[in-house]
């Protein structure tokens, strides 16, 4: 059979070799200014889906303008998670931009959908259920992607903040960061980050129920067929 085709979702990401001790327990602290930008932010990610709904629902088109303002939303949110909670992957301080930047150790770009179904449209939301009770354990509570944009870092509940917590502790004491559990951690954050653009409508492409670890996609040839 032939490989899968890739993910219209992509994220990248490389793992900082000079990550401080102890700098994780203040980078909450010092990401405080993007957390009150973000919180505006998530307000119109909502607006501009609920736009987007009926656009798709009359037109099959997501509108561009609006696409990219979201996609830049998730970007910026993944940033600063990298920094300062997720995957506390980079002393880096997150850039204040919707846009990719390339010098920055992570990134998140979404392929633009043509045409989307105006029949998914409605009923995404009831086909992802089985994704949101998978979320619901990553994240700690909550059954809707939209947590995404709610923080659920080292301090949070949940698999990925024990891992986060986990992974901290270590670079703590060793002062190495286990390249195991930040593959594994990207794996979830890809995960939950695909499901965020099938429910907001960003895609028609179902996300997979497959687990792709590591800072970087996998290429096709690597993807079983059919995932």
Known sequence: MPPASPHPLRVEATLDPRLTRWMWLVKWLLAVPHYVVLFFLQIAFLLVSVVAFFSILITARYPRPLFDFNVGVIRWKTRVDYYASVVLGTDEYPPFTLKDVPGYPVHVDVAYPARLSRGLVLVKWLLAIPQFLLIA?????G???YRYLQDYGPLSFGV????SLIAVAILAFTGTYPRGLFDLLMGLVRWILRVLVYVFLMTDEYPPFRLDTGGHEPSPAMQPAGG
């Open 143 to 145: 059954l809707t992607t």
């Open 160 to 163: 990925i903040g024990l891992l």
């Open 137 to 141: 354990v990553m994240v700690g509570g």
